[in-house]
């Protein structure tokens, strides 16, 4: 893979810029799309954006019977090919991160994307708690 | 590659590749109902029918499906002339008749200038259009728990002999992919209901939320070995979860730096 991104929580200030960014890039019919990020509190004051973490051997990728996702070898990301996806939800359930997401707005299943290769949360991301970067 | 021209203009795309997946590529929009990317294309709805023709075939032209129509070097392909139209509003037409209940079919119809069907309407209009795009899909999962059953007028989708299909797992593929949405189905009090089944769905042991059914967490596990202790909690608990496991960590990294 020639890109990681990275989360390090500990530089989290939980200002959700990420998740308003997230949800302003994938839109649809002029209305944000749901966010696929989300910082969440686990302490007072102490946050971790939980996003997918694009899984080596990911579980949604082996649980789709339908081959609609699919890494993408140039940014990395898992890709979810909307004209395979039925819907069926399997992957929403088997994700172990829970990060294969119903959008119930629109009715269908999303996944981070990496926004194709410049992920507007780490863009957005004032404290560089979210980095994406080359690294070969 | 090939060479072909679609609407007058040059294009190329791999030798095989369905006409329809090229045309689209263009930009061109021809109506399909049965068309899935899922599923191996089956040419039943009649909608994505286009005009081919070749140089040497002297004016000679016919039409095909373009869902089912592999590309071929030298085609001369046409989507939209008057006849093709008038073929497609007759089936229109049909189809309306047959699905008083598709808010899809009626709308395409209105796009073709139909408001009502010239046909008499199917009293009890089971608004299916026998696309097999449901029994396709279930056959690509693996099940193929419902197929057609009976002949000629009385066909119908269902499980085998038109009893409840014993091999389904309640996942839902066909109902999503049904393009008239005629496949009823519900989820209610942690128990999902479709072709005449009941199925348990799984309730996360934190919130209790249901995403899919017992079942298909089964299946799942079976033949694509997801662990089975994946499917204990929804994902919103998941992501809390992971949210707690690594603020833990980052605590712990503190404590030691400091
Ligand atoms: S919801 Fe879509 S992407 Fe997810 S497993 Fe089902 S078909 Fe595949
Ligand atoms: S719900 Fe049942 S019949 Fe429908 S696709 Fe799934 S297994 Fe097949
Ligand atoms: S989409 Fe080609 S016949 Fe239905």
Not at chain 1, 56 to 74: M, P, Q
Not at chain 1, 106 to 118: A, I, M, P, R
Request: glycine content about 8%.
């Amino acid at each position: 893979m020639m890109f990681r991104y990275t989360v390090n929580p500990a530089l989290c200030t939980g200002c959700r810029t990420c998740e308003l960014a997230c949800a302003f890039t994938h839109t649809q019919e002029q209305k944000p799309g749901r966010s696929r990020i989300y910082p969440i509190a686990y302490g007072p004051d102490r946050f971790v954006p939980v996003t997918c973490l694009q899984c080596d051997d990911a579980a949604c990728v082996k649980s789709c019977l339908f081959d609609a996702l699919k890494r993408n070898e140039t940014t990395g990301a898992i890709e979810l090919d909307k004209d395979r996806c039925v819907n069926c939800r399997a992957c929403v359930a088997a994700c172990p991160f829970g990060c294969a997401l119903i959008d119930d707005v629109h009715d269908e299943v999303v996944k981070c994307d990496l926004c194709g290769g410049s992920p507007a949360c780490a863009r957005f991301c004032p404290t560089k708690a979210l980095v994406y970067k080359r690294i070969a | 590659m090939v060479q072909m021209t679609i609407n007058g203009k040059v294009v190329k795309a791999t030798e095989g590749e369905m006409l329809l997946a090229v045309i689209r590529r263009q930009g061109i929009d021809v109506p399909a109902l049965c068309d899935h990317a899922a599923v191996e294309p089956c040419g039943s709805c009649r909608m994505c029918l286009v005009e081919i023709t070749r140089e040497d075939w002297n004016g000679w032209k016919k039409y095909v499906t373009s869902c089912l129509y592999p590309s071929e070097d030298g085609l001369i392909v046409t989507t939209h002339t008057p006849e093709l139209q008038e073929i497609r509003r007759n089936i229109l037409d049909l189809y309306m008749a047959r699905c008083p209940g598709s808010e899809l079919i009626q709308k395409m119809g209105e796009e073709y200038g139909l408001t009502r069907t010239s046909f008499k309407t199917i009293p009890e209009g089971d608004n299916c259009i026998m696309c097999y795009a449901c029994t396709r899909i279930c056959e690509v999962l693996g099940r193929s728990a419902i197929s057609a059953v009976r002949r000629g007028h009385a066909k119908v989708i269902s499980g085998p002999f038109g009893d409840p299909p014993p091999d389904c797992i309640g996942c839902l593929s066909c109902a999503h992919i049904c393009p008239t949405d005629v496949i009823e189905w519900h989820d209610q009090d942690g128990v999902r209901g479709i072709w005449g089944r009941t199925f348990d769905l799984i309730a996360c042991q934190q919130c209790g939320k249901t995403i899919i059914t017992r079942d298909f967490a089964e299946y799942l596990k079976e033949k694509r070995q997801i662990p089975a202790d994946y499917f204990d909690i929804c994902d919103d608990c998941k992501r809390v979860e992971l949210a707690r496991k690594m603020g833990g960590l980052v605590d712990q990294a503190k404590e030691v730096a400091s």
